[in-house]
């Protein structure tokens, strides 16, 4: 086992009604309130009401930024920082699901300086103090609700990149499932994906001695496998909600990364430039890549990959493993080659170039520019 | 899944050599330092030399208080706690195991009032402020070093209690594996135990629904039972060392029981009356009840031993399931029966008495006067 330090310092409300705390939470840092949202299905569905509700019972002094992209660009983050930063905002408040809440944990370190938040991208920066932020979790997948990771695109420069600081983890989270139920079929899919992808990539990263942490990784993704493809089929159900939202939480809150040094996190890269170029859903993303890239490392991470299948898959074959996990990606619905993803027939030349410049990379299991020209191929 | 609340900002410094970073991490908090440890082995081993060095190297001022005993006592705690208070320390340092850390805790809430801490477990005191609590855990086994908990045990009023507060929760604890590779085979077999019990009381709670933290009590189960017979075998091992130090904090950090109502602890109750009369260390007497309390239950509980059965065990049976407990448990060392403790011949009727003036309470499957007598026959 490798050395460890385990910190998370957010404080998760899961359940049903766990939103009548909110107003009271968020008192405790203050009345001025900037709030984060995304589309307006936050109006549609009721959770605005809801939301303003709680902040009026506080008398807190509101300020919106609405519009935060699937694929957040940092641009709405500058913007949102700027209206923070004007009213001296006490605390932030973001409605959403990963882009939301990421884009806002980004805001939460950019508002207290004067410089554009890619700047803590490109390690111009480093931030000294945030914002509090207070999330509220309308999706299952990214496990933002409880880390200190964000992940930001800038067209400008051609990029999509993770930035991770202490200062990032939310303050509290509220994940009520009853908030999920009215998430589409195909986000329901990737988000179930992205969780499954996230327990990966702690899984292959460096530290396999951390026996624990590979039965917990086990566990979640079993979770995933039992309860996710009932989900499909049964897509207002309270508990099977619930189930799918805490597994997204543990996936990435650094329960499965205990006793390793780093994840991987090469599949996630390339993930980013699918979506950077074509917009692809990220847990879409996800699920062209990660058959092509375990077939890539089909003789390199043999071992790994039998005792994953012999621990989830019933499988002690390499090759048997990779196909059902591909199957249960196809079981949910998801895309599994990039031909089946809204990008269509693309130019492999193009995502090779975006990969080359993005120095697509992995912490662990170094790629080449033979095995991006490889993964390419496979996942077309 | 019933709706829970998830918040643990204890920070764990895991692995060879987290010590060096002990006195930075003191002084974050000031310099007049309260040091709480137990017998004397603190010194002979090397241990004792090692903190004073790191509280030397920030210019401490350090007020010790020795003699914590295991199965700790109130006494103890007060007369500590009016050595913090007369010397208004601004942090208390514990090194030790569950007893100390436990007594710290306590020591912690109580050096701001002028009462005897009893007054906390008898509920006539509520806890305002704590003063910072940094641990050094030598001993796998209670979990203490990342919960909100705490057990004493007053001879004066014949209680052996439990406390729990989040201003209990250590704000750092250090846990080197190599400070444990001393601890006697008993005691290492004894923490073994706990933990698999701890895992016990989260699975036999209420909430049944709680379908992945049921997979993560498995896991860690599971963890104890793969390495903790080779440990057994090769106390001086590092890495065998490591895996069940850390499976102790996860069974009792918070993780198996989201999602659930409650842990049961009606096991733990018991264990702590054989502890209270007959100075039963308190691993020990948990495999003296687990197996009588299960087989008390065998029907009431069929589905949930049958369940941990197949997952654990190997064996869809109820009957099997709890013999194979048991048998993990000698094969560890372990005590099951109250003939093989140094209590000896005991005499049931003063068991009987004790139970009834503590109340020996279960949080859910509660026992009747009835099932007392019948636990105390089976674990003679």
Redesign the interface.
Known sequence: ??????????????????LNQLGITINRFGKKVLLVYGKNSVKSNGLYDTIKHQLDSIGAEVYEYSGIKSNPVVQDVDAAAAIGRENSVDVILAVGGGSVIDSAKIISIAIPVEAPAWDFFERKMIPRTAVPLVAVLTLAATGTE?NQFAVLSNHETENKNGYGSPLLYPRHSFLDPQLTVTVPEDYTAFGIADLVAHCLEAYFGKGE?A??SD??V???I??AI??GPPLMNDLTNY?LR??IM??AT?ALNG?TM??RTSGDWGVHSIGHILSLLYDVPHGASLTVVYPAWLRLQRENLAHRIKFLGENVFGTGDVDLTIDRLEGFFRILGCPVRLSETKAGNVDPDEIFRVMVHNKAATFVHKLNVDDYREIIRMML
Request: net charge negative; aromatic share 18%.
């Open positions: 086992m490798e050395n460890f330090t385990a910190y998370n310092p957010t404080t998760l409300h899961f359940g049903k009604g766990v409880m001695d026996t624990l039965k917990l086990f566990s979640i079993r979770e039992e309860y508990e619930a189930k805490y597994a543990l329960l205990y006793g």
